[in-house]
């Protein structure tokens, strides 16, 4: 019985992440197939605090073009690899990484602690930064984005997070640009990535 409910508890977030990520699409894939390019769609002001336990907002990513991903360390697969091809495409820049902001945003908040997040980004390009707040702080920055993330419970009173997979590319200004493509060769995405330096 036990079983049953949690994988019907699974198959609920699952259906309910394919819904969001629809809605998703919706919002940056309009008739034509031509993403939406709408600076009000898609971020805005936040507050968070970084790895290193400094409180940051937008504004301190302003002036390069950020690449922004939603998700937490407790990842087993998908975050890991997102955060490794990121950490490609930044190699691939060699010097004018330093162009770029990357950022790691935590939808799990009560585990990803500023120093959680610190030891987790050792394995991934020192360009990366990884955010983190209060609840509400991660509800309002993920509704602001347009992400998904939900929290589905797993036995033991443990639990993992649903979440959106998209690499959002915003401008200098801030701006939503469109999602960015990491599963392409890593050169490729570089390339893509300097016509926005």
Same mark, same amino acid.
């Given at each position: 019985?036990?079983?049953?409910?949690?994988?019907?508890?699974?198959?609920?977030? %699952?259906?309910?992440? @394919?819904?969001?990520?629809? /809605? &998703?699409? +919706?919002?940056?894939? $309009?008739?034509?197939?031509?993403?939406?390019?709408?600076?009000?769609?898609?971020?805005?002001?936040?507050?968070?605090?970084?790895?290193?336990?400094?409180?940051?907002?937008?504004?301190?990513?302003?002036?390069?073009?950020?690449?922004?991903?939603?998700?937490?360390?407790?990842?087993?697969?998908?975050?890991?690899?997102?955060?490794?091809?990121?950490?490609?495409?930044?190699?691939? %820049?060699?010097?004018? @990484?330093?162009?770029?902001? /990357? &950022?790691? +945003?935590?939808?799990? $908040?009560?585990?990803?602690?500023?120093?959680?997040?610190?030891?987790?980004?050792?394995?991934?390009?020192?360009?990366?930064?990884?955010?983190?707040?209060?609840?509400?702080?991660?509800?309002?920055?993920?509704?602001?984005?347009?992400?998904?993330?939900?929290?589905?419970?797993?036995?033991?009173?443990?639990?993992?997070?649903?979440?959106?997979?998209?690499?959002?590319?915003?401008?200098?200004?801030?701006?939503?640009?469109?999602?960015?493509?990491?599963?392409?060769?890593?050169?490729?995405?570089?390339?893509?990535?300097?016509?926005?330096?």
């Amino acid at each position: 019985m036990t079983r049953t409910i949690r994988i019907l508890a699974m198959t609920a977030a %699952l259906l309910a992440g @394919a819904a969001a990520l629809a /809605a &998703i699409a +919706i919002v940056l894939w $309009p008739r034509g197939g031509e993403v939406a390019i709408s600076p009000s769609a898609v971020g805005g002001p936040f507050s968070l605090t970084d790895q290193n336990g400094r409180r940051v907002t937008e504004a301190d990513f302003k002036g390069k073009p950020v690449l922004v991903f939603f998700g937490f360390t407790n990842c087993p697969d998908i975050c890991p690899t997102a955060l490794f091809e990121m950490s490609e495409v930044l190699r691939r %820049l060699g010097p004018d @990484a330093e162009k770029v902001n /990357a &950022i790691f +945003i935590s939808v799990d $908040p009560e585990r990803d602690t500023a120093e959680k997040l610190k030891d987790y980004l050792q394995s991934f390009h020192a360009r990366i930064s990884a955010l983190t707040g209060s609840q509400a702080d991660i509800d309002a920055v993920t509704r602001a984005y347009k992400a998904y993330a939900k929290r589905v419970p797993l036995e033991g009173g443990n639990y993992t997070m649903d979440h959106s997979a998209i690499v959002y590319l915003m401008d200098k200004n801030g701006r939503f640009v469109a999602p960015f493509n990491l599963k392409r060769p890593a050169d490729e995405a570089a390339a893509d990535l300097r016509r926005y330096l």
